[in-house]
């Protein structure tokens, strides 16, 4: 009786929360799947999006892959990076990974999951962890749980009773706001409650962040330049459209016509954005910021200045604003020259 009335208020706290828009709207509920190792990361994606995606034996890919679909009365699109224990000798190549997560799960994902197998916790996993922490941010650490993947017939409480004894393991959930989860991938392969019960505890860690997703300026950046580049392929691709429209004028009429138009249209749409991001990871990170390059642009002018010093103060000038357009485009660059002239300069007030 005590536990049905536990239920009751569990309900009815559920209920006067606000729920996920992804819920109750078109919005896209974007999952970002990290792994450290194996295949339980793919297992996992397979069952969150109710298909299968990935081969049963796959375990790893190469980079990072989105899939879509519709299922768990919501529209989902699961992120899937490479098993990041692949990647933790090299942080370039590391960057790289993170950087296209970022731009697939633009403008931000509303659950981060990190799994991993049963019987592969180990010092390395909570490492991995740190080196998520370190490019996304430590408040990404709200919105993440750990999902240990399993095919054990053994009852969940004996399962929880060995892991936590896992110092390892204590350590990654404490980390993680002690949010965990349990996952037989064999019995999730028979019957679909095993994936809706992690659904449900994704469901209530985003209302536990106010139903928000996820965000930072690194993903600010990347949705603002991302937007922007599909707003230059789309006006690249008017006459394709203006084209396809007339075709399909002639071939089709009211219903019908709308059904196509709005087909073709997201078609393009969904093509722009794959291509936006993938253009926007490559080069998302490398921007200076408005304080730097404001920095970067007054050392290009007097780095300028102090070279065309030679020709009069006309050549000041001239070398000024050229030094400034340098200095915005490779601040870098600029600010290393700026640190050569102020050194030489010292040296020579010494002499």
């Given at each position: 009786?005590?536990?049905?009335?536990?239920?009751?208020?569990?309900?009815?706290?559920?209920?006067?929360?606000?729920?996920?828009?992804?819920?109750?709207g078109?919005?896209?509920?974007?999952?970002?799947?990290?792994?450290?190792?194996?295949?339980?990361?793919?297992?996992?994606?397979?069952?969150?999006?109710?298909?299968?995606?990935?081969?049963?034996e796959?375990?790893?890919?190469?980079?990072?892959?989105?899939?879509?679909?519709?299922?768990?009365e919501?529209?989902?699109?699961?992120?899937?990076?490479?098993?990041?224990?692949?990647?933790?000798?090299?942080?370039?190549?590391?960057?790289?990974?993170?950087?296209?997560?970022?731009?697939?799960?633009?403008?931000?994902?509303?659950?981060?999951?990190?799994?991993?197998?049963?019987?592969?916790?180990?010092?390395?996993?909570?490492?991995?962890?740190e080196?998520?922490?370190?490019?996304?941010?430590?408040?990404?650490?709200?919105?993440?749980?750990?999902?240990?993947?399993?095919?054990e017939?053994?009852?969940?409480?004996?399962?929880?009773?060995?892991?936590?004894?896992?110092?390892?393991?204590?350590e990654?959930?404490?980390k993680c706001?002690?949010?965990?989860?349990?996952?037989?991938?064999?019995?999730?392969?028979?019957?679909?409650?095993?994936?809706?019960?992690?659904?449900?505890?994704?469901?209530?860690?985003?209302?536990?962040?106010?139903?928000r997703f996820?965000?930072?300026?690194q993903?600010?950046?990347?949705?603002?330049?991302?937007?922007?580049?599909?707003?230059?392929m789309?006006?690249?691709?008017?006459?394709?459209?203006?084209?396809?429209?007339?075709?399909?004028?002639?071939?089709?009429?009211?219903?019908?016509?709308?059904?196509?138009?709005?087909?073709?249209?997201?078609?393009?749409?969904?093509?722009?954005?794959?291509?936006?991001?993938r253009?926007?990871?490559?080069?998302?990170?490398?921007?200076?910021?408005?304080?730097?390059?404001?920095?970067?642009?007054g050392?290009?002018?007097?780095?300028?200045?102090?070279?065309?010093?030679?020709?009069?103060?006309?050549g000041?000038?001239?070398?000024?604003a050229?030094?400034?357009?340098?200095?915005?485009?490779?601040?870098?660059?600029?600010?290393?020259?700026w640190?050569?002239?102020?050194?030489?300069?010292?040296?020579?007030?010494?002499?």
């Amino acid at each position: 009786m005590a536990s049905n009335e536990s239920s009751k208020r569990k309900r009815r706290r559920k209920s006067s929360m606000e729920e996920p828009p992804y819920l109750s709207g078109d919005a896209e509920f974007r999952v970002l799947l990290f792994g450290r190792g194996g295949r339980s990361q793919f297992s996992l994606a397979n069952s969150i999006l109710g298909t299968d995606v990935f081969e049963d034996e796959l375990c790893n890919i190469t980079e990072s892959k989105r899939h879509r679909s519709e299922a768990f009365e919501r529209k989902l699109a699961v992120i899937n990076t490479p098993n990041l224990s692949e990647y933790e000798a090299s942080q370039k190549e590391l960057r790289r990974v993170f950087k296209m997560s970022v731009c697939m799960s633009s403008p931000g994902p509303y659950v981060v999951l990190f799994a991993f197998d049963l019987n592969n916790i180990s010092p390395s996993a909570v490492s991995i962890l740190e080196l998520v922490t370190k490019h996304f941010g430590d408040s990404i650490l709200n919105h993440m749980m750990v999902v240990v993947c399993h095919e054990e017939e053994k009852e969940d409480s004996a399962l929880e009773e060995k892991v936590k004894t896992n110092r390892d393991f204590r350590e990654l959930i404490e980390k993680c706001g002690q949010r965990y989860h349990l996952f037989n991938e064999r019995k999730a392969r028979r019957d679909e409650k095993v994936s809706r019960q992690l659904l449900e505890k994704m469901d209530d860690m985003v209302r536990e962040n106010g139903c928000r997703f996820y965000s930072n300026h690194q993903y600010q950046e990347a949705e603002e330049r991302i937007q922007k580049e599909e707003r230059f392929m789309m006006k690249g691709r008017k006459k394709e459209m203006l084209t396809k429209r007339k075709e399909l004028e002639s071939r089709y009429t009211c219903e019908g016509l709308e059904k196509e138009l709005l087909q073709f249209e997201t078609r393009i749409r969904v093509e722009n954005r794959e291509k936006a991001e993938r253009k926007i990871s490559e080069v998302l990170g490398f921007t200076l910021t408005a304080v730097d390059y404001a920095a970067a642009v007054g050392k290009g002018a007097a780095l300028g200045a102090l070279c065309g010093a030679v020709m009069g103060f006309e050549g000041m000038a001239v070398g000024a604003a050229v030094g400034a357009v340098v200095g915005g485009v490779i601040g870098g660059a600029a600010s290393a020259a700026w640190g050569y002239v102020t050194n030489a300069a010292a040296q020579m007030n010494r002499r």
